[in-house]
Protein backbone atom coordinates (compact mmCIF):
# COMPACT_ATOMS: atom_id res chain seq x y z
CA UNK A 1 0.00 0.00 0.00
CA UNK A 2 1.43 3.38 -1.02
CA UNK A 3 0.37 6.62 0.18
CA UNK A 4 -0.05 9.51 -2.32
CA UNK A 5 -0.31 13.33 -1.25
CA UNK A 6 -1.58 15.82 -3.31
CA UNK A 7 -2.79 19.89 -3.42
CA UNK A 8 0.14 21.76 -2.49
CA UNK A 9 1.38 24.37 -4.51
CA UNK A 10 2.14 28.19 -4.01
CA UNK A 11 -0.03 30.32 -2.11
CA UNK A 12 -0.52 33.97 -0.83
CA UNK A 13 -0.56 35.07 2.25
CA UNK A 14 -3.92 34.26 3.85
CA UNK A 15 -4.81 32.00 1.37
CA UNK A 16 -6.19 28.65 1.98
CA UNK A 17 -5.55 24.97 0.39
CA UNK A 18 -6.47 21.33 0.78
CA UNK A 19 -4.22 18.51 1.07
CA UNK A 20 -5.50 14.84 0.03
CA UNK A 21 -3.65 11.72 0.87
CA UNK A 22 -5.10 8.65 -0.79
CA UNK A 23 -4.44 5.23 0.44
CA UNK A 24 -3.45 3.29 -2.95
CA UNK A 25 -5.05 -0.14 -0.55
CA UNK A 26 -7.16 -0.54 2.06
CA UNK A 27 -4.67 -0.56 5.34
CA UNK A 28 -6.32 -2.69 8.42
CA UNK A 29 -5.92 -1.78 11.76
CA UNK A 30 -5.49 1.94 11.35
CA UNK A 31 -4.96 4.12 14.52
CA UNK A 32 -4.01 7.41 13.29
CA UNK A 33 -4.03 9.09 10.48
CA UNK A 34 -1.94 11.83 10.17
CA UNK A 35 -0.21 15.17 8.27
CA UNK A 36 3.11 16.17 8.86
CA UNK A 37 5.17 18.79 7.83
CA UNK A 38 9.01 19.78 7.50
CA UNK A 39 10.23 23.95 7.04
CA UNK A 40 13.45 24.97 5.24
CA UNK A 41 15.92 23.98 8.09
CA UNK A 42 13.77 22.87 10.26
CA UNK A 43 12.89 19.39 11.66
CA UNK A 44 9.67 17.12 10.79
CA UNK A 45 6.77 18.41 13.17
CA UNK A 46 3.42 16.98 13.54
CA UNK A 47 0.83 19.17 12.50
CA UNK A 48 -2.34 17.39 13.08
CA UNK A 49 -3.69 13.58 13.51
CA UNK A 50 -6.87 12.07 13.85
CA UNK A 51 -7.78 8.82 15.16
CA UNK A 52 -10.39 5.95 16.04
CA UNK A 53 -13.81 8.02 16.61
CA UNK A 54 -12.42 11.10 14.34
CA UNK A 55 -10.76 12.41 17.62
CA UNK A 56 -8.37 15.64 16.52
CA UNK A 57 -5.36 16.75 17.58
CA UNK A 58 -3.49 20.00 16.42
CA UNK A 59 -0.13 21.68 16.89
CA UNK A 60 -0.43 24.88 18.34
CA UNK A 61 0.54 26.89 15.80
CA UNK A 62 -2.14 25.61 13.17
CA UNK A 63 -5.10 25.40 15.91
CA UNK A 64 -8.39 27.18 14.44
CA UNK A 65 -6.43 27.34 11.17
CA UNK A 66 -6.34 23.76 9.50
CA UNK A 67 -9.04 21.17 10.08
CA UNK A 68 -7.94 17.30 9.39
CA UNK A 69 -10.58 14.72 8.65
CA UNK A 70 -10.72 11.57 6.73
CA UNK A 71 -12.91 9.84 4.45
CA UNK A 72 -12.71 5.97 5.40
CA UNK A 73 -14.52 4.46 2.26
CA UNK A 74 -11.99 6.32 0.26
CA UNK A 75 -9.01 5.84 2.39
CA UNK A 76 -8.20 9.07 2.45
CA UNK A 77 -7.09 11.82 4.67
CA UNK A 78 -7.40 15.69 4.17
CA UNK A 79 -5.90 19.22 5.05
CA UNK A 80 -7.26 21.81 5.00
CA UNK A 81 -5.41 24.87 5.96
CA UNK A 82 -6.71 28.15 6.40
CA UNK A 83 -5.18 31.56 6.74
CA UNK A 84 -1.78 30.66 5.90
CA UNK A 85 1.32 32.61 6.27
CA UNK A 86 4.95 32.01 5.44
CA UNK A 87 5.93 30.08 8.37
CA UNK A 88 3.53 27.32 6.86
CA UNK A 89 5.86 26.79 3.94
CA UNK A 90 6.75 23.27 4.29
CA UNK A 91 6.98 19.95 2.70
CA UNK A 92 3.90 18.21 4.18
CA UNK A 93 3.73 14.72 4.73
CA UNK A 94 0.93 12.32 5.61
CA UNK A 95 1.36 9.72 8.27
CA UNK A 96 -0.94 6.36 9.10
CA UNK A 97 -0.18 4.06 11.74
CA UNK A 98 -2.08 0.97 12.25
CA UNK A 99 -1.97 -1.96 14.32
CA UNK A 100 -0.04 -3.93 12.00
CA UNK A 101 3.40 -3.53 10.68
CA UNK A 102 5.12 -0.11 10.95
CA UNK A 103 3.73 3.04 9.58
CA UNK A 104 3.17 4.68 5.91
CA UNK A 105 4.26 7.44 4.75
CA UNK A 106 3.39 9.40 1.80
CA UNK A 107 5.97 11.20 -0.90
CA UNK A 108 5.57 14.55 0.68
CA UNK A 109 3.91 17.72 -1.34
CA UNK A 110 5.18 21.28 -0.93
CA UNK A 111 3.24 24.06 0.19
CA UNK A 112 4.88 27.56 -0.50
CA UNK A 113 2.84 30.72 1.20
CA UNK A 114 4.25 33.68 -0.19
CA UNK A 115 3.39 36.62 -2.01
Known amino acids: VQLQASGGGLVQPGGSLRLSCAAS????????MAWYRQGPGKQRELVAT???????VYADSVKGRFTISRDNAKNTVYLQMGSLNPEDTAVYYC??????????WGQGTLVTVSS
Open 50 to 56: IGRGDST
Open 25 to 32: GSISGIIT
Open 95 to 104: NVNSLYGPPY
